[in-house]
């Protein structure tokens, strides 16, 4: 059956496949700042004594950084992917948990409202920003170029 879900992207083999390859192009854009990162990078998250290992998207020990690729959009039509942002407060959570030594990074696909307005990064960072622990770094990756922009 090849009909197209509500919740697929569209033109894609899958969501999963969508979340793949966003992963593996934000690893080329660390890669040419000398980071190789792992898939499924466990790092330690907790409070105190109740630690447990989650995993991250992207991640390395050496030198220590913590990845998470959100490549989503605004909805079709041009409202709020709001179940997908809930996943961004997520992040930052376990960012907060996660330990001091690791640099700490979201990396948001490039997404503009009505295609020029108000990027998706720029709302969550608007409404959300209060959430956002101090040393997380936020990247916009543009498809186009396939570079990323650090936007706080």
């Known amino acids: 059956m090849s009909e197209q879900t509500s919740f697929q992207r569209i033109g894609a083999i899958s969501n999963a496949h969508v979340g793949r390859d966003f992963e593996a192009a934000i690893r080329d854009v660390f890669a040419r700042q000398g980071y190789s990162l792992t898939s499924n990078f466990s790092a330690p998250v907790g409070h105190g004594e109740r630690i447990k290992g989650h995993n ?46 690791f640099r700490k990074c979201l990396c948001v696909l490039l997404d503009r409202r009505n295609g020029h307005g108000e990027t998706l990064t720029t709302y969550y960072l608007r409404n959300y920003g209060h959430l956002v622990p101090d040393d997380v770094e936020v990247w916009e990756f543009d498809e186009s170029t396939a570079s990323a922009t650090k936007v706080n």
């Not at 490549?71 to 409202?79: E, F």
């Not at 992917?81 to 809930?86: C, D, V």
């Open 56 to 101: 991250f998207d992207l991640g390395s020990s050496d030198p220590p950084i913590l990845v998470e690729c959100k490549s989503h959009r605004w909805t079709a039509g041009n409202n709020v992917p709001s179940a997908k942002i809930t996943v961004w407060n997520e992040a930052m959570y376990y960012f907060q948990l996660a330990p001091r030594r």
